[in-house]
Structure formats: C-alpha cells, structure tokens
C-alpha cells in the first residue's frame, strides 16, 4: 500500500539537533511537492517547510527559517528535515505531506493528498 512514512524524531535539550525522515513507499517522491508540518498539543496543525517538485524552490515558516532545512534524496525516494537550534515551542508531532499541485509555500494545506503518521518531536529547556 502506498504511503509516507516518518521517522527520527525524539527527545532532545534545547539548541540540540535531529534529521527527520520521509520515506516514500509505492510512489515516487520526486514527482511531488513535499512538505512538512507540525501539530503541538492545543495547538493549529502549522506549515514548517516544503520542497517543490519542479524546480526545487524551498519556502520556510518565519518561525523556523534559518534553523531547518529541507532537502530530498531523490535516489533513496526519501525527503528530510534537518532542524537545527532546536527550542521548546519546536516541540510537537511532525508530518511529511505530498501532493502533486500542492502549495510550497504551505499556505493552501488541503493541496497536499496524501501524508504520514507522525513523528513526535520533543525539545526539552
């Protein structure tokens, strides 16, 4: 069956780092706009960062620009995120989403089709 699945996330202090991964089964990431987005408990599902299909453009959220990074890894049909500087409010469930049209700058979520189960992020202070 085909899906997205995410893994690397964890328990880390403040300033501290982790890679997360996107692993695309029963498709091809490359033909997808990828994103990422992040749910904290009480809080809005929230855009993190996307990748474009075509040309590679990367948008960030305000809130994380400088610190994460984005990137795919077209040969291992994987997506990752590399976050950096971490602090306590990065804290929450991280997903990988996929859409063929979908919006890379995250503000029209419902363009993504299809995504994961999570993986939960803790940043502790």
């Known amino acids: 069956q085909a899906g997205l699945q995410e893994s690397g996330g964890g328990l880390v202090q403040a300033g501290g780092s982790l890679r997360l991964s996107c692993i695309g089964s029963?498709?091809?990431?490359?033909?997808?706009?990828v994103g990422w987005f992040r749910q904290a408990p009480g809080k809005e599902h929230e855009f993190v960062a996307a990748?474009?299909?075509?040309?590679?453009?990367?948008h960030y959220a305000d809130s994380v620009k400088g610190r994460f990074t984005i990137s795919r890894d077209n040969a291992k049909n994987a997506v990752y995120l590399q976050m950096n500087s971490l602090k306590p409010e990065d804290t929450a469930v991280y997903f990988c989403?996929?859409?063929?049209?979908?919006?890379?700058?995250?503000?029209?979520?419902?363009?993504?089709?299809?995504w994961g189960v999570g993986t939960r992020v803790t940043v502790s202070s």
């Open positions: 990748t474009d299909k075509s040309d590679g453009r990367t």
């Open positions: 029963g498709r091809t990431l490359s033909v997808y706009t």
């Open positions: 989403k996929a859409g063929l049209r979908a919006d890379v700058t995250g503000k029209a979520s419902h363009t993504y089709d299809w």
